[in-house]
């Protein structure tokens, strides 16, 4: 059967990778969570010190591109694939807090971004994949059979973040997670290289007031469509 490309765009935390994962599992295909790989690159340069809240070494970086591999490798137990870095396993690391306040900085590198894209295009070029990041409509996958461009509220996203974060056992406060939602769509939508915002032709879903069940029926229909 047909193979199409599906390229999931959006604000953060407005739950694009949890119907991703739940679209590529439905139609057997490729699953790519590219912010994972803008995390992964953060943690990079958290761990070499080229990077902290006050101070980026953008030269350095830049410098060690070619040093940084990124992997994803399946997890059968967990049913998704993990980001791994330079060999290393580095999935619960890059969901930190920590990463979420320094990532959109290094994602606004343009040589960092040209690297990847290139690895995600790469990954994509059989088709038979869904992909969800800022730019993979407008910028990865400007041909894309289909385009969703997310969005939700600033409070319902902040509230989604933070119950997964204490979910997870880490000690963060509301406001802390809140502050970070905005910042980064702030950061992601005004940078010069790739910022986000909406493909012409991509549609547009708010999934402020809807569940789970409801997005994945109303994405499936359009997909159909698409087949
Ligand atoms: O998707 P996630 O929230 O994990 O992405 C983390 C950050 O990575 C975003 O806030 C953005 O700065 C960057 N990113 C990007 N382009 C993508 C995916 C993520 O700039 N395609």
Redesign the pocket.
């Known amino acids: 059967s047909k193979k199409i490309t599906i390229a999931i765009d959006g604000f953060?935390?407005t739950g694009?990778?949890t119907i991703a994962k739940q679209l590529a599992k439905e139609l057997g295909y490729i699953y790519v969570?590219?912010?994972?790989?803008?995390?992964a690159v953060t943690l990079y340069a958290i761990n070499k010190e080229y990077v902290s809240e006050n101070f980026l070494n953008v030269e350095k970086l830049i410098d060690d591109l070619d040093k940084i591999s990124l992997s994803f490798q399946f997890n059968a137990t967990l049913g998704f694939a993990e980001m791994y870095l330079n060999g290393k396993n580095v999935e619960k690391e890059i969901r930190t807090l920590a990463v979420?306040k320094l990532?959109?900085p290094i994602?606004t590198i343009s040589d960092v971004?040209r690297k990847l894209v290139l690895e995600q295009q790469e990954m994509g070029k059989n088709k038979g994949i869904v992909m969800?990041?800022?730019?993979?409509g407008t910028v990865?996958f400007p041909d894309a059979e289909l385009k969703l461009f997310m969005t939700a509220s600033p409070d319902k996203r902040a509230k989604r973040r933070y119950k997964e974060l204490i979910d997870r056992g880490d000690d963060v406060n509301y406001e802390e997670i809140l502050h970070n939602v905005v910042e980064?769509d702030r950061?992601?939508s005004t940078r010069e290289d790739?910022p986000?915002t909406k493909a012409i032709d991509a549609i547009e879903l708010d999934n402020s007031d809807m569940g789970l069940k409801e997005q994945f029926e109303r994405i499936m229909s359009l997909v159909a469509q698409k087949l």
């Open positions: 953060s935390s694009k990778s969570d590219t912010g994972a790989m803008y995390r979420s990532v959109s994602a971004r969800d990041g800022r730019d993979i990865v980064r950061i992601d790739s986000l």
